[in-house]
């Protein structure tokens, strides 16, 4: 197992909406790296889910409906402009042609618990761990090239991601488990910041669309191979859009 951790400063949601200098000017860039075709969504709960914002768990209105919504919906349509049917535009790759992959639209795939799992604040490397073990167990479906597992969080869990904690320094990251043994593992970390149900579903749609146009983010403002669709800075597209 292999990990990849992802910079809070352009894999993050972050809590002001604008980052650094991706305001309006900035372009987005194809480094050559996986983007998603037809994201398959599965929503994980971190532990009990009746400790999870209610209106995050409801059966109706909640986080499952607005993933089976959104990922059949045209939001997704105007994602194939970023396409990895071009070039390299950056990076160690420029010039190199792209993966050939096509984003069309995908699908809400289910909901899931994690029970063995950590008590208290976590770190990134465990929740990767208890990914990995519930993958190894079959508590979670086996990823794939589509597979985006969506982690949403109870109350009181700080995660600690880079030196930075969630609702402080970050409100929500993607990123990518490299493995050796099985397909890389895609997911986005949710935390619970007291937000409103509409606040949710905005940071999932951020961290969403980074998730499909950037399979696997790197570190630091130089991006490169393997990421896919950022700007020169290293900020992913949501984040480029909030800047503007």
């Not at 894999?11 to 398959?40: D, H, R």
């Not at 969080?153 to 880079?162: N, Q, R």
Request: glycine share 12%; charged share 15%.
């Amino acid at each position: 197992l292999r990990t990849f951790s992802a910079s809070v400063l352009f894999a993050a949601a972050m809590l002001t909406g604008s980052i650094g200098s991706a305001a309006g000017t900035t372009t987005a860039l194809y480094y050559g790296g996986l983007v998603t075709q037809n994201a398959k969504v599965y929503v994980v709960w971190w532990g009990d889910p009746s400790k999870i914002n209610p209106a995050v768990t409801a059966i109706k209105g909640g986080i499952a409906d607005f993933f089976s919504g959104v990922t059949d919906s045209s939001y997704l349509d105007f994602l194939n402009e970023y396409n990895g049917t071009v070039n390299a535009q950056a990076g160690s790759h420029m010039g190199m042609a792209g993966t050939g992959q096509r984003i069309g639209r995908g699908n809400f795939a289910g909901t899931f618990t994690l029970t063995d799992i950590p008590s208290g604040n976590v770190t990134d490397a465990q929740i990767q761990s208890a990914i990995d073990q519930a993958l190894t167990a079959g508590t979670l479906p086996p990823p794939d090239d589509n597979a985006i597992y969506a982690l949403y969080f109870p109350t009181g869990v700080t995660i600690t991601l880079d030196g930075s904690a969630s609702c402080a320094g970050f409100g929500a990251y993607h990123d990518a488990i490299l493995e050796t043994q099985r397909h890389d593992v895609y997911y986005m970390v949710m935390p619970d910041c007291g937000s409103s149900f509409s606040s949710v579903t905005l940071t999932t749609s951020h961290e969403l669309i980074e998730a499909i146009t950037d399979n696997v983010p790197t570190a630091g403002d130089m991006p490169d191979y393997p990421q896919a669709w950022n700007d020169s800075m290293g900020d992913e597209l949501a984040d480029i859009c909030e800047g503007g």
